[in-house]
Structures are given as structure tokens and as C-alpha cells.
């Protein structure tokens, strides 16, 4: 019984002395956000959020010159969030975000990230020709035709 109580009493004080509880949810819906559209007629283009409407909708801007995304309430099932951000205030101009999207060198960080170099991936693969989509199954098959040798010769 002693051995029991002993234990109990160990496993409550783990419980209760981590205090520190870690979020593990790190994209917020904030102004200053940085979304990618993924439903519409601007679908694959980034934008900022520079205000929130309400529980369903946010004001986002490109800004325009550098994104191609003009001003607009969109709604959040439209919208993916990305992990990052500029410093901007609610209901920025235009030339604020501008300034704030290349301090942040915002393109060069985004194009950085996987998800971007997945996405370009996809559109050059959905770009190529009937001659380009064979030449890439025989290069696929050639490697995986030398990675078998290899792994014979490793397994014999």
C-alpha cells in the first residue's frame, strides 16, 4: 500500500509542477499574417491579413504590386495560413505593407519554405508536354533499374 501511495504521490507531482504547457499551435488568425489562397480565381498567391471581420471573414491585402492580390474580404475557408508574418498595424495602406513586405523580405522567405518549392514543383509538373512526361518516366526508370543493382550487389 506504501509502494502504492508512493507512486501516486510521484505521478501527481510530474502533473503538477510542468507548469510551463507548450503551444503546439503556432498559426494564429493576426493581422500581419501572411495566407495563401487556395480556392478562387487568385488561388496559389499570397496575401497579408490586415483586419479581421468577424469569426468567418478578414480583410487581406497583396499588397498589389508584388503579390497580384488586390484588397478584399475573404473568407477563412478560402484562405491557408503560412508561419509568417510582418509587422504592420490593422487596416495598413497600401505603402505601409509594401515597406513592411520588403524589410521582411517576405517573397524571398516564403519561396524558401517547402511548402512553396512543393507548389512550384506541381505547376512545372502540370506544365510539362507528352515528350517532357516521357522523358521523366525513363529517367525513372533507369534510376530505379541502377538503385536494384546497387542493392543486389549490397545484399549478395
Excluded at 507548389?119 to 512545372?124: F, I, P
Amino acid at each position: 500500500m506504501k509502494l502504492l501511495s508512493t507512486a501516486c504521490s510521484f505521478i501527481h507531482s510530474i502533473y503538477t509542477t510542468n507548469k510551463h504547457h507548450i503551444m503546439v499551435f503556432k498559426r494564429h488568425v493576426e493581422v500581419g499574417r501572411i495566407v495563401l489562397i487556395n480556392y478562387g480565381p487568385e488561388t496559389g498567391k499570397l496575401a497579408t491579413i490586415i483586419d479581421i471581420v468577424d469569426q468567418n471573414k478578414c480583410l487581406i491585402d497583396g499588397p498589389e504590386e508584388i503579390t497580384g492580390v488586390s484588397r478584399q474580404v475573404i473568407s477563412f475557408t478560402r484562405i491557408a495560413l503560412t508561419d509568417l508574418t510582418v509587422k504592420i498595424q490593422r487596416n495598413a495602406r497600401q505603402k505601409t505593407l509594401k515597406k513592411a513586405w520588403t524589410e521582411a523580405d517576405t517573397m524571398a522567405k516564403w519561396e524558401a519554405t517547402s511548402w512553396a518549392k512543393k507548389l512550384a514543383s506541381k505547376k512545372k509538373r502540370a506544365s510539362l508536354g507528352d515528350f517532357d512526361r516521357f522523358k521523366v518516366m525513363i529517367a525513372k526508370k533507369q534510376k530505379a533499374e541502377i538503385i536494384a543493382k546497387k542493392m543486389a550487389e549490397l545484399g549478395a
